[in-house]
Protein backbone atom coordinates (compact mmCIF):
# COMPACT_ATOMS: atom_id res chain seq x y z
CA UNK A 1 0.00 0.00 0.00
CA UNK A 2 2.41 2.21 0.67
CA UNK A 3 4.30 1.79 -2.64
CA UNK A 4 1.10 2.62 -4.68
CA UNK A 5 0.89 6.41 -2.50
CA UNK A 6 4.67 7.37 -3.17
CA UNK A 7 4.25 6.29 -6.92
CA UNK A 8 2.13 8.73 -7.44
CA UNK A 9 3.76 11.47 -5.69
CA UNK A 10 7.14 10.78 -7.06
CA UNK A 11 5.42 10.91 -10.63
CA UNK A 12 3.97 14.60 -9.46
CA UNK A 13 7.86 15.95 -8.19
CA UNK A 14 9.14 14.56 -11.20
CA UNK A 15 6.45 16.27 -13.91
CA UNK A 16 6.63 19.43 -11.28
CA UNK A 17 10.82 19.69 -11.90
CA UNK A 18 10.51 19.12 -15.82
CA UNK A 19 7.50 21.87 -15.80
CA UNK A 20 9.98 23.73 -14.07
CA UNK A 21 12.89 23.12 -15.94
CA UNK A 22 11.30 23.26 -19.20
CA UNK A 23 9.50 27.20 -18.09
CA UNK A 24 12.84 27.99 -16.86
CA UNK A 25 14.63 27.11 -20.34
CA UNK A 26 12.10 28.37 -22.00
CA UNK A 27 12.10 31.99 -20.47
CA UNK A 28 16.28 31.70 -21.07
CA UNK A 29 15.76 31.39 -24.78
CA UNK A 30 12.93 33.85 -24.98
CA UNK A 31 15.30 36.26 -22.98
CA UNK A 32 18.43 35.61 -25.06
CA UNK A 33 16.55 35.74 -28.53
CA UNK A 34 15.77 39.06 -27.63
CA UNK A 35 16.98 41.69 -29.95
CA UNK A 36 19.14 44.47 -28.10
CA UNK A 37 16.18 47.08 -28.57
CA UNK A 38 13.70 44.45 -26.99
CA UNK A 39 15.99 44.31 -24.07
CA UNK A 40 16.69 46.81 -21.10
CA UNK A 41 20.38 47.04 -21.22
CA UNK A 42 22.41 46.53 -18.52
CA UNK A 43 24.95 48.93 -17.44
CA UNK A 44 28.55 49.04 -15.30
CA UNK A 45 29.59 52.69 -14.71
CA UNK A 46 33.37 52.66 -13.24
CA UNK A 47 34.83 55.52 -11.48
CA UNK A 48 38.21 55.52 -10.45
CA UNK A 49 39.70 58.24 -7.64
CA UNK A 50 41.88 61.21 -8.96
CA UNK A 51 42.71 60.06 -12.45
CA UNK A 52 43.59 62.28 -14.69
CA UNK A 53 42.67 62.89 -18.61
CA UNK A 54 46.17 61.65 -19.94
CA UNK A 55 46.34 58.61 -17.39
CA UNK A 56 44.86 56.55 -19.74
CA UNK A 57 47.28 54.62 -22.65
CA UNK A 58 44.09 55.06 -25.30
CA UNK A 59 44.45 58.90 -24.63
CA UNK A 60 48.25 59.58 -25.83
CA UNK A 61 50.63 57.95 -22.81
CA UNK A 62 52.74 55.73 -23.91
CA UNK A 63 53.99 54.38 -20.46
CA UNK A 64 50.94 53.26 -18.80
CA UNK A 65 49.70 50.07 -19.51
CA UNK A 66 46.04 50.25 -19.54
CA UNK A 67 45.21 47.53 -22.57
CA UNK A 68 41.56 46.26 -21.13
CA UNK A 69 40.46 50.11 -20.89
CA UNK A 70 42.02 51.10 -24.07
CA UNK A 71 40.52 48.25 -25.87
CA UNK A 72 36.85 49.18 -24.65
CA UNK A 73 37.64 53.06 -25.22
CA UNK A 74 39.09 52.52 -28.51
CA UNK A 75 36.14 50.36 -29.56
CA UNK A 76 33.31 52.82 -28.22
CA UNK A 77 33.36 56.34 -27.74
CA UNK A 78 36.39 58.05 -26.53
CA UNK A 79 35.63 61.48 -24.93
CA UNK A 80 39.17 64.04 -25.32
CA UNK A 81 37.46 67.17 -23.53
CA UNK A 82 35.52 65.84 -20.64
CA UNK A 83 36.27 68.07 -17.04
CA UNK A 84 34.59 67.87 -14.10
CA UNK A 85 32.68 71.14 -12.42
CA UNK A 86 34.36 70.78 -9.38
CA UNK A 87 37.33 68.86 -8.55
CA UNK A 88 36.73 67.67 -5.24
CA UNK A 89 35.04 64.15 -4.49
CA UNK A 90 32.17 64.61 -2.25
CA UNK A 91 31.15 67.76 -4.69
CA UNK A 92 32.20 65.64 -8.12
CA UNK A 93 30.43 62.55 -6.83
CA UNK A 94 26.87 64.05 -5.90
CA UNK A 95 27.10 65.82 -9.48
CA UNK A 96 27.33 62.44 -11.24
CA UNK A 97 25.05 61.09 -8.92
CA UNK A 98 22.10 64.15 -9.67
CA UNK A 99 23.27 65.32 -12.84
CA UNK A 100 23.90 69.20 -11.17
CA UNK A 101 25.96 71.64 -10.02
CA UNK A 102 27.35 72.13 -6.77
CA UNK A 103 24.70 74.80 -6.56
CA UNK A 104 21.87 72.58 -6.92
CA UNK A 105 22.36 69.25 -5.40
CA UNK A 106 23.99 71.50 -2.31
CA UNK A 107 27.09 69.20 -1.37
CA UNK A 108 29.98 71.74 -0.16
CA UNK A 109 31.54 69.29 2.28
CA UNK A 110 32.39 65.68 3.00
CA UNK A 111 29.63 65.18 5.79
CA UNK A 112 26.84 66.23 4.02
CA UNK A 113 24.31 63.79 2.75
CA UNK A 114 22.12 64.25 -0.25
CA UNK A 115 18.48 65.31 0.82
CA UNK A 116 15.67 62.67 0.48
CA UNK A 117 14.23 64.93 -2.50
CA UNK A 118 17.78 65.46 -4.68
CA UNK A 119 18.36 61.34 -3.76
CA UNK A 120 14.92 60.25 -4.66
CA UNK A 121 16.12 61.92 -8.60
CA UNK A 122 19.67 60.38 -8.93
CA UNK A 123 20.29 57.72 -11.46
CA UNK A 124 20.26 54.61 -9.33
CA UNK A 125 16.84 55.50 -7.32
CA UNK A 126 15.23 56.39 -11.22
CA UNK A 127 16.40 52.90 -12.64
CA UNK A 128 15.67 50.84 -9.36
CA UNK A 129 11.93 52.62 -9.77
CA UNK A 130 11.77 51.08 -13.59
CA UNK A 131 13.35 47.74 -12.24
CA UNK A 132 16.75 47.16 -12.49
CA UNK A 133 18.67 45.45 -9.88
CA UNK A 134 20.88 48.15 -8.35
CA UNK A 135 24.30 47.21 -7.26
CA UNK A 136 26.96 49.54 -5.70
CA UNK A 137 30.84 48.22 -4.50
CA UNK A 138 33.35 51.07 -3.09
CA UNK A 139 33.65 54.36 -1.87
CA UNK A 140 30.47 56.56 -2.11
CA UNK A 141 32.01 59.44 -1.31
CA UNK A 142 28.39 61.82 -0.15
CA UNK A 143 28.00 62.10 3.23
CA UNK A 144 28.13 59.47 5.89
CA UNK A 145 24.97 57.68 5.79
CA UNK A 146 24.99 56.41 2.46
CA UNK A 147 21.61 54.60 1.10
CA UNK A 148 22.71 51.33 1.40
CA UNK A 149 18.99 50.23 1.59
CA UNK A 150 17.93 51.29 -2.36
CA UNK A 151 20.42 48.55 -3.21
CA UNK A 152 20.09 45.34 -4.03
CA UNK A 153 24.23 44.66 -3.51
CA UNK A 154 26.29 46.84 -1.48
CA UNK A 155 29.68 46.67 -0.81
CA UNK A 156 30.99 49.83 1.23
CA UNK A 157 34.79 50.25 1.42
CA UNK A 158 33.77 53.36 4.09
CA UNK A 159 32.47 51.62 6.44
CA UNK A 160 32.76 52.59 10.02
CA UNK A 161 32.92 56.05 9.41
CA UNK A 162 36.30 56.40 7.54
CA UNK A 163 36.80 59.20 5.14
CA UNK A 164 38.81 57.46 3.42
CA UNK A 165 38.82 53.89 2.50
CA UNK A 166 42.08 51.77 3.66
CA UNK A 167 44.24 50.54 0.70
CA UNK A 168 44.94 47.09 2.96
CA UNK A 169 42.25 45.50 4.74
CA UNK A 170 42.04 42.41 6.22
CA UNK A 171 40.02 39.79 5.18
CA UNK A 172 37.31 37.21 6.59
CA UNK A 173 39.98 34.67 6.13
CA UNK A 174 42.60 37.16 8.05
CA UNK A 175 44.34 37.85 5.15
CA UNK A 176 45.30 41.26 4.01
CA UNK A 177 43.76 42.23 0.97
CA UNK A 178 43.81 45.36 -1.35
CA UNK A 179 41.08 47.24 -2.04
CA UNK A 180 40.86 47.00 -6.29
CA UNK A 181 40.97 43.50 -5.21
CA UNK A 182 38.23 43.75 -3.24
CA UNK A 183 36.21 45.66 -5.92
CA UNK A 184 37.83 43.05 -8.02
CA UNK A 185 35.64 40.03 -5.82
CA UNK A 186 32.71 42.81 -5.57
CA UNK A 187 32.42 43.29 -9.40
CA UNK A 188 32.71 38.60 -9.87
CA UNK A 189 30.05 38.87 -7.13
CA UNK A 190 27.48 40.25 -8.13
CA UNK A 191 27.44 39.50 -11.86
CA UNK A 192 27.46 35.61 -10.37
CA UNK A 193 24.35 36.79 -8.18
CA UNK A 194 22.75 39.08 -10.85
CA UNK A 195 24.14 38.91 -14.31
CA UNK A 196 21.32 36.21 -15.60
CA UNK A 197 18.41 37.66 -13.52
CA UNK A 198 15.19 38.52 -15.57
CA UNK A 199 15.73 41.81 -14.37
CA UNK A 200 18.68 44.02 -16.15
CA UNK A 201 21.05 45.72 -13.82
CA UNK A 202 23.23 49.06 -13.17
CA UNK A 203 26.09 47.98 -10.97
CA UNK A 204 28.43 51.57 -9.87
CA UNK A 205 31.99 50.63 -8.67
CA UNK A 206 34.04 53.23 -6.89
CA UNK A 207 37.33 52.46 -6.81
CA UNK A 208 40.01 54.35 -3.93
CA UNK A 209 42.84 53.72 -6.80
CA UNK A 210 44.71 55.77 -7.87
CA UNK A 211 44.44 58.55 -5.04
CA UNK A 212 46.70 58.53 -2.48
CA UNK A 213 46.45 57.06 1.43
CA UNK A 214 45.89 60.20 3.08
CA UNK A 215 49.01 60.76 5.69
CA UNK A 216 51.92 63.17 6.82
CA UNK A 217 53.11 62.72 3.92
CA UNK A 218 50.69 60.69 1.56
CA UNK A 219 51.57 57.77 0.05
CA UNK A 220 50.62 55.49 -3.23
CA UNK A 221 50.08 51.79 -1.76
CA UNK A 222 50.63 49.55 -4.54
CA UNK A 223 49.22 45.54 -4.85
CA UNK A 224 52.72 43.85 -4.31
CA UNK A 225 52.18 42.14 -7.64
CA UNK A 226 53.01 45.31 -9.62
CA UNK A 227 56.09 46.72 -7.47
CA UNK A 228 57.90 46.10 -10.96
CA UNK A 229 55.74 47.53 -13.34
CA UNK A 230 57.43 50.71 -14.98
CA UNK A 231 60.78 49.60 -12.53
CA UNK A 232 63.10 50.38 -16.28
CA UNK A 233 60.97 53.77 -17.17
CA UNK A 234 61.66 57.43 -16.23
CA UNK A 235 58.64 59.30 -16.33
CA UNK A 236 59.36 62.82 -17.82
CA UNK A 237 58.68 65.92 -15.89
CA UNK A 238 55.41 67.89 -16.72
CA UNK A 239 56.51 71.16 -18.08
CA UNK A 240 55.24 73.41 -15.28
CA UNK A 241 56.85 71.37 -13.05
CA UNK A 242 59.75 73.98 -13.06
CA UNK A 243 60.39 76.17 -10.22
CA UNK A 244 59.41 79.21 -12.10
CA UNK A 245 55.91 77.80 -12.56
CA UNK A 246 55.15 78.08 -8.98
CA UNK A 247 57.86 81.25 -8.20
CA UNK A 248 55.00 82.95 -11.06
CA UNK A 249 51.71 82.24 -8.61
CA UNK A 250 50.49 84.78 -6.56
CA UNK A 251 51.64 85.70 -2.84
CA UNK A 252 48.51 84.74 -1.62
CA UNK A 253 48.44 81.59 -3.16
CA UNK A 254 52.33 80.48 -3.10
CA UNK A 255 52.67 79.57 0.40
CA UNK A 256 53.86 76.77 2.26
CA UNK A 257 50.17 75.90 4.00
CA UNK A 258 48.28 76.19 0.43
CA UNK A 259 47.42 72.08 0.36
CA UNK A 260 48.54 71.57 -2.97
CA UNK A 261 51.98 72.54 -2.09
CA UNK A 262 52.57 70.51 1.12
CA UNK A 263 51.71 67.54 -0.35
CA UNK A 264 53.88 68.08 -3.51
CA UNK A 265 56.93 68.36 -0.59
CA UNK A 266 56.23 64.91 0.90
CA UNK A 267 55.80 63.44 -3.02
CA UNK A 268 57.55 64.93 -5.31
CA UNK A 269 59.47 66.94 -3.47
CA UNK A 270 62.80 65.45 -4.84
CA UNK A 271 63.64 63.35 -8.06
CA UNK A 272 63.34 60.22 -6.34
CA UNK A 273 60.48 61.00 -4.87
CA UNK A 274 58.59 62.62 -8.30
CA UNK A 275 59.85 58.80 -9.74
CA UNK A 276 58.80 56.75 -7.40
CA UNK A 277 55.34 58.16 -6.60
CA UNK A 278 54.42 58.74 -10.42
CA UNK A 279 55.22 55.14 -11.15
CA UNK A 280 53.12 53.82 -8.22
CA UNK A 281 50.14 56.10 -9.46
CA UNK A 282 50.16 53.88 -12.58
CA UNK A 283 50.95 51.11 -10.77
CA UNK A 284 47.46 51.70 -8.64
CA UNK A 285 45.73 52.26 -12.41
CA UNK A 286 47.26 49.31 -14.13
CA UNK A 287 45.76 47.26 -10.87
CA UNK A 288 42.09 48.73 -12.13
CA UNK A 289 42.85 48.15 -15.95
CA UNK A 290 43.03 44.35 -14.84
CA UNK A 291 39.75 44.05 -12.90
CA UNK A 292 38.47 45.50 -15.52
CA UNK A 293 39.90 42.60 -18.02
CA UNK A 294 38.81 40.17 -15.44
CA UNK A 295 35.32 41.87 -15.67
CA UNK A 296 35.21 41.78 -19.43
CA UNK A 297 35.44 38.13 -19.31
CA UNK A 298 32.95 37.40 -17.07
CA UNK A 299 30.71 39.27 -18.53
CA UNK A 300 31.31 36.84 -21.95
CA UNK A 301 31.19 34.07 -19.98
CA UNK A 302 28.10 34.84 -18.57
CA UNK A 303 26.85 35.64 -22.14
CA UNK A 304 25.42 39.06 -20.93
CA UNK A 305 28.66 41.03 -22.93
CA UNK A 306 26.46 42.23 -26.34
CA UNK A 307 24.03 43.79 -24.03
CA UNK A 308 26.13 45.67 -21.41
CA UNK A 309 27.02 49.28 -21.51
CA UNK A 310 30.19 49.65 -19.72
CA UNK A 311 31.42 53.40 -18.87
CA UNK A 312 34.41 54.53 -17.50
CA UNK A 313 35.34 57.85 -15.76
CA UNK A 314 37.56 59.32 -13.13
CA UNK A 315 36.16 61.53 -10.42
CA UNK A 316 38.16 64.79 -10.99
CA UNK A 317 41.94 65.36 -12.09
CA UNK A 318 45.20 65.02 -10.22
CA UNK A 319 48.48 67.44 -9.76
CA UNK A 320 51.56 65.35 -10.52
CA UNK A 321 53.99 68.11 -10.15
CA UNK A 322 52.41 70.67 -12.69
CA UNK A 323 52.60 74.19 -11.46
CA UNK A 324 54.76 72.69 -8.44
CA UNK A 325 51.65 70.73 -6.81
CA UNK A 326 49.91 67.61 -6.34
CA UNK A 327 46.65 67.39 -5.24
CA UNK A 328 43.32 68.62 -7.68
CA UNK A 329 40.89 71.60 -6.46
CA UNK A 330 42.12 74.38 -8.54
CA UNK A 331 40.82 75.15 -11.90
CA UNK A 332 43.91 74.27 -14.32
CA UNK A 333 43.78 71.20 -16.74
CA UNK A 334 45.31 68.56 -15.17
CA UNK A 335 42.87 68.94 -11.96
CA UNK A 336 39.45 69.21 -13.51
CA UNK A 337 39.96 67.03 -17.00
CA UNK A 338 39.22 63.28 -16.42
CA UNK A 339 38.99 60.46 -18.80
CA UNK A 340 35.55 59.03 -19.95
CA UNK A 341 34.87 56.29 -22.50
CA UNK A 342 31.28 54.52 -23.17
CA UNK A 343 31.22 51.33 -24.79
CA UNK A 344 28.04 50.35 -26.15
CA UNK A 345 28.00 46.78 -28.46
CA UNK A 346 25.12 48.09 -30.20
CA UNK A 347 25.87 51.72 -30.47
CA UNK A 348 25.44 53.18 -34.10
CA UNK A 349 27.87 52.51 -36.07
CA UNK A 350 28.20 56.71 -37.18
CA UNK A 351 29.69 56.65 -33.07
CA UNK A 352 31.41 53.40 -32.80
CA UNK A 353 35.11 53.70 -32.55
CA UNK A 354 34.70 57.72 -32.15
CA UNK A 355 37.24 60.11 -30.68
CA UNK A 356 34.54 63.02 -29.47
CA UNK A 357 35.99 66.06 -29.44
CA UNK A 358 32.82 67.78 -27.94
CA UNK A 359 32.91 69.00 -24.43
CA UNK A 360 31.60 66.51 -21.57
CA UNK A 361 30.94 67.22 -17.90
CA UNK A 362 30.25 64.99 -15.10
CA UNK A 363 26.79 66.23 -14.70
CA UNK A 364 26.59 64.14 -18.23
CA UNK A 365 26.30 61.06 -16.30
CA UNK A 366 23.16 60.89 -14.84
CA UNK A 367 21.02 62.06 -18.01
CA UNK A 368 23.20 59.61 -19.88
CA UNK A 369 22.77 56.65 -18.11
CA UNK A 370 19.40 57.12 -17.99
CA UNK A 371 18.60 57.17 -21.55
CA UNK A 372 20.60 54.77 -22.19
CA UNK A 373 17.73 52.70 -19.91
CA UNK A 374 14.51 54.87 -21.34
CA UNK A 375 14.38 56.25 -18.46
CA UNK A 376 13.28 60.29 -18.54
CA UNK A 377 15.48 62.52 -17.21
CA UNK A 378 13.85 64.74 -13.90
CA UNK A 379 13.69 68.81 -15.27
CA UNK A 380 16.04 69.60 -12.77
CA UNK A 381 18.74 67.72 -14.21
CA UNK A 382 21.30 70.33 -15.51
CA UNK A 383 23.54 67.90 -17.81
CA UNK A 384 23.30 66.50 -21.08
CA UNK A 385 22.43 63.18 -22.86
CA UNK A 386 26.06 62.35 -24.41
CA UNK A 387 24.75 60.00 -27.24
CA UNK A 388 22.16 62.46 -28.68
CA UNK A 389 24.92 65.19 -28.01
CA UNK A 390 26.58 63.14 -30.72
CA UNK A 391 23.55 62.04 -32.87
CA UNK A 392 23.04 65.87 -33.30
CA UNK A 393 20.26 65.68 -31.63
CA UNK A 394 21.00 68.57 -28.94
CA UNK A 395 23.33 71.52 -29.44
CA UNK A 396 26.81 71.30 -28.00
CA UNK A 397 28.19 73.35 -25.46
CA UNK A 398 30.38 76.25 -25.56
CA UNK A 399 31.46 76.59 -22.22
CA UNK A 400 30.47 75.57 -18.67
CA UNK A 401 31.35 77.32 -14.96
CA UNK A 402 34.02 75.98 -13.10
CA UNK A 403 33.74 76.37 -8.80
CA UNK A 404 35.46 75.29 -5.63
CA UNK A 405 35.10 76.56 -2.52
CA UNK A 406 35.94 73.68 0.43
CA UNK A 407 38.54 75.09 3.01
CA UNK A 408 39.11 78.91 1.51
CA UNK A 409 42.42 80.03 1.49
CA UNK A 410 45.42 79.43 2.39
CA UNK A 411 44.87 76.03 2.84
CA UNK A 412 43.01 75.55 -0.37
CA UNK A 413 42.11 79.21 -1.87
CA UNK A 414 38.76 79.51 -3.26
CA UNK A 415 38.22 79.57 -7.25
CA UNK A 416 35.13 80.19 -10.14
CA UNK A 417 35.58 80.22 -13.74
CA UNK A 418 34.86 80.05 -17.39
CA UNK A 419 35.95 77.37 -19.30
CA UNK A 420 35.57 77.01 -23.61
CA UNK A 421 37.48 74.65 -26.12
CA UNK A 422 39.93 77.32 -26.77
CA UNK A 423 40.19 79.66 -23.53
CA UNK A 424 39.96 79.44 -19.72
CA UNK A 425 39.30 82.19 -17.42
CA UNK A 426 39.80 81.73 -13.70
CA UNK A 427 38.85 84.26 -10.54
CA UNK A 428 40.07 83.30 -7.39
CA UNK A 429 37.12 85.30 -5.52
CA UNK A 430 38.80 85.59 -1.95
CA UNK A 431 41.06 87.99 -3.90
CA UNK A 432 39.61 88.51 -7.06
CA UNK A 433 42.57 87.48 -8.92
CA UNK A 434 42.17 86.63 -12.67
CA UNK A 435 44.04 84.63 -14.73
CA UNK A 436 43.20 83.91 -18.52
CA UNK A 437 44.95 81.05 -20.54
CA UNK A 438 44.61 80.19 -24.29
CA UNK A 439 44.41 76.58 -24.29
CA UNK A 440 44.65 75.84 -27.59
CA UNK A 441 48.06 77.29 -28.10
CA UNK A 442 49.23 76.90 -24.50
CA UNK A 443 47.84 73.47 -23.12
CA UNK A 444 50.28 73.85 -20.12
CA UNK A 445 48.88 77.15 -18.87
CA UNK A 446 52.37 78.78 -19.16
CA UNK A 447 51.12 82.22 -19.93
CA UNK A 448 48.69 84.55 -17.48
CA UNK A 449 46.84 86.46 -20.46
CA UNK A 450 45.00 89.25 -17.92
CA UNK A 451 47.76 91.69 -18.75
CA UNK A 452 48.47 91.34 -22.45
CA UNK A 453 46.49 94.30 -24.05
CA UNK A 454 46.35 91.78 -27.51
CA UNK A 455 43.36 89.88 -25.25
CA UNK A 456 41.62 92.42 -23.94
CA UNK A 457 38.60 91.91 -25.67
CA UNK A 458 38.55 88.34 -25.09
CA UNK A 459 39.21 88.86 -21.48
CA UNK A 460 36.19 91.19 -21.66
CA UNK A 461 33.99 88.92 -23.25
CA UNK A 462 35.03 86.13 -20.53
CA UNK A 463 34.41 88.14 -17.80
CA UNK A 464 30.76 88.72 -19.25
CA UNK A 465 30.24 85.17 -19.66
CA UNK A 466 32.10 84.18 -15.87
CA UNK A 467 29.22 86.80 -14.51
CA UNK A 468 26.53 85.22 -16.46
CA UNK A 469 27.51 81.52 -15.01
CA UNK A 470 28.19 82.84 -12.23
CA UNK A 471 24.17 84.20 -11.46
CA UNK A 472 23.00 80.64 -13.20
CA UNK A 473 25.37 78.61 -11.13
CA UNK A 474 27.37 80.14 -8.37
CA UNK A 475 27.04 79.33 -4.38
CA UNK A 476 26.57 82.16 -2.03
CA UNK A 477 29.53 83.22 0.50
CA UNK A 478 27.09 82.16 3.36
CA UNK A 479 26.40 79.00 1.62
CA UNK A 480 30.22 77.64 1.82
CA UNK A 481 30.95 79.72 4.45
CA UNK A 482 28.53 77.24 6.83
CA UNK A 483 30.13 74.53 5.36
CA UNK A 484 32.37 71.92 7.59
CA UNK A 485 35.93 71.86 7.14
CA UNK A 486 36.76 68.03 7.94
CA UNK A 487 37.73 66.14 5.03
Same mark, same amino acid.
Given at each position: ??????????????????????????????????????????? +???????????????????????????????????????? @???? +??????????????????? +??????????????????????????????????? @????????????????????????????????????????????????????????????????????????????????????????????????????????????????????????????????????????????????????????????????????????????????????????????YGYEESIRVPLFIYNPNLPEKIKQYRAPQIALNIDIAPTILAMAGVPAPKGM???????????????????????????????????? @????????????????????? @?????????????????????????????????????????????????
Amino acid at each position: MKRLKTFPLIISLDLIILITLFSFAKTDIERKNKTPAETKPNI +IFLLTDDQRWDALGALGNTIIKTPNMNKLANAGILFQNTY @VTTS +ICCVSRASLLTGQYESRHN +IHDFSTDLSPDALAKTYPVLLKNAGYNLGFAGKFG @VGHHPPSSLYDFWVDTEAGGKGQPDYVITGEDGSKIHDTDTLGNAIQSFLNEFGNDDKPFCLSVSFKAPHEQDGHPPKYIIQPKYKDYYKDVTIPYPVTAAAKYWDQLPDFFRTDTNFGRSRWEGLFGTPELYQENVKNYYRLITGVDDVVGKMIKKLDELGIAKNTIIIFMGDNGMFLGEHGMEGKWYGYEESIRVPLFIYNPNLPEKIKQYRAPQIALNIDIAPTILAMAGVPAPKGMQGMDLISLLENKLPERKDFFYQHYFLGGPRIPRVEG @VVTRDFKYMNWIEQNYEEMYD @VKHDPHETDNLTANPKFITKLNELRTRYKELKKLHGVQQAIWDKSKTKF
